[in-house]
């Protein structure tokens, strides 16, 4: 069970890498967050108050891109009916994509957050807490992600309706978030244990949710 | 990993294996597609289901695979694995479909097949598919019949009892249509069981189907 877990979550990390997917969303976030003080103006102390949502904004936004690509590629291409016949519940296939797709994109797009908010005139030192806090949030953002793009299955091309269904389920997670992380930089990098909390508490609950949700949506697509 | 090179895992199932359709019917949407269906394909029969475009031959497989659900009636299994498994867990199917990813090597089409069935110590020898010396090539460069050749690895890599095959000789040459043939013989002698859909003459199949609304006709061969 454990092996076909990690073959399904090697499979889907080495495709978003093969494709091309990893490098276009990382791309994206740093055109998006070098487009910020063309249209917000060089002033680099209002950047850096508004630094934290910016990144977190931009990252909802890139991961929004990216879940287009969760199912839908198995799905065209009749991968997903050979799932379905694995010796696995579709509720633990779902978390092995999740997780490849976490590893695959996420992670990538964490690690160029220091150098995109650099661009934002972020102090060095609050660099850890704001990442730390998007590490948190994380799996609930990856997870709810899976859920949408199993819903908009059943309709062709439906990467717009993906986004519009995750959007307000990312809305939580971005306000406690984004908050979160500006009061801890403006407060100097201190950890602020309750936002953290209440973030891991929604990964958690994703966690648990998430799976029976998603697994459902993808056998009503199955057909 | 010692690379044991296998051309048919020599496996037997069981002889009480059987496949029956009781009063099945199917529906697409809010079409009715066939119903009143019965059948019964035992161990070691090759069940080949012909009938005019949109008269249910991928939808009936498809539901003996478990992913469309029957409009009424009842399929029942027996034999392996167990009695309470999933149909799922019994059933290869070959769709139109072919599950391939473009940006894979054949060889690590293979593998990764492999592993997700959770047959770590199975290795396929490329040259019994008729692909030697195509490991490294990618499968998005495959021809179509190619890639059909490659879709069959998947049969050989795990023994399950029920092969659902739906059209297996399309993109096919004369050699890939023979390979099919040998590998479905194999099946057969293995005590499996073949529902294959088609619109051409299928050598190995011993009954023959005809999915026609509510009459339907089932002949021996």
Redesign the interface.
Known sequence: ?M??FM??C??HM??AW??GHTTLIVSFLFIAITLMPFGLGPELALLRKLAPGLLWVVMLMSLLLSLDRMFQADF????????????MPMELIVLAKSLGHFLALFVPLLICVPVAGLLLNIDASSLPVLMLTMLMGAPALTLLGAIGAALALSIRRSAMLTVLLVMPLYVPVLIFGATGSSRAISSGGEIELATLGILALMSLAALFMAPLAAAAALRVA?? | MVQQQVFFQAVSFSDKLFLQAEDLACARGARDVFSSLNFRVNAGDALAVYGTNGSGKTSLLRMIAGFLAPRAGSLSFSGEPDEQAEPASYCHYLGHADGLKANLTVSETVDFSARNFGQLDTMIDLSVLGLAGHGDQMVGDLSAGQKRRLMLARLLIAPRPIWLLDEPLTALDTQGRDLIETLAGYHLQCGGLILAASHEALNFATHQLTLKRNHHAMVAL
Do not use: K, V, W, Y
């Open positions: 069970m092996g076909i073959s399904l090697h499979q080495l495709l093969r494709s065209e291409d009749g991968t997903f009916d050979q799932l379905a016949l694995l010796p199955l057909r």
